[in-house]
T-cell receptor, first 114, second 110 residues
């Protein structure tokens, strides 16, 4: 299995809703990432987990809450989002030492906040 | 963060022609450079990488050239096909950190 699987593919939520994005990989990668991507822009790093522990939080608002239940799963809990949070949310994974091949990305969740 | 940028935001080519996508970088300590392809509605997909001690690497229909003197990276796509239409990002790995460039949107004209 050489894929990163993200669910759901599309999500529409109101500003008072609580929802979660899910990510799964079975490549044995011990580093997992959440990125936010706006149209025609490169992905922006949000969070990094190394060995299931949060190692980097790129000053992301607390309405985004990551969780890494085990080495294969990564969640992003969403609460009280704003319309400007609408974007493609990408999950990625990699070996701890990021040498060649870089990261493996999922197809993303297209989030729309209304 | 590090600076990895692209010269042109958009590129249109005729089907069958060769495409060249360029990228400039600023950090001389990069370990690897990677090209990603991102189709509409999908995540970035690895195309090819090149180690910093190499000048050229070839894959299937793609070639990456690295000019360390001018800190320039390019992706050449031979016989461009409609399926090559996408946004292409260069990225570099520096001291185990990963940095994306700004992206070039490639449109293939049938």
């Amino acid at each position: 299995d050489t894929e990163v699987t993200q669910t759901p593919k599309h999500l529409v939520m109101g500003m008072t809703n609580k929802k979660s994005l899910k990510c799964e990989q079975h490549m044995g990668h011990r580093a997992m990432y959440w990125y936010k991507q706006k149209a025609k822009k490169p992905p922006e790093l949000m969070f990094v987990y190394s060995y299931e522990k949060l190692s980097i939080n790129e000053s992301v608002p607390s309405r985004f809450s990551p969780e890494c239940p085990n080495s294969s799963l990564l969640n992003l809990h969403l609460h009280a989002l704003q319309p400007e949070d609408s974007a493609l949310y990408l999950c990625a994974s990699s070996r701890i030492r990021t040498t060649r091949y870089g990261y493996t990305f999922g197809s993303g969740t297209r989030l729309t906040v209304v | 963060g590090e600076s990895v940028g692209l010269h042109l935001p958009t590129l249109s080519v005729q089907e069958g022609d060769n495409s060249i996508i360029n990228c400039a970088y600023s950090n001389s300590a990069s370990d690897y450079f990677i090209w990603y392809k991102q189709e509409s509605g999908k995540g970035p997909q690895f195309i090819i990488d090149i180690r910093s001690n190499m000048d050229k690497r070839q894959g299937q229909r793609v070639t990456v050239l690295l000019n360390k003197t001018v800190k320039h990276l390019s992706l050449q796509i031979a016989a461009t096909q409609p399926g090559d239409s996408a946004v292409y990002f260069c990225a570099e790995i520096v001291s185990n950190q990963f940095y994306f460039g700004t992206g070039t949107s490639l449109t293939v004209i049938p």
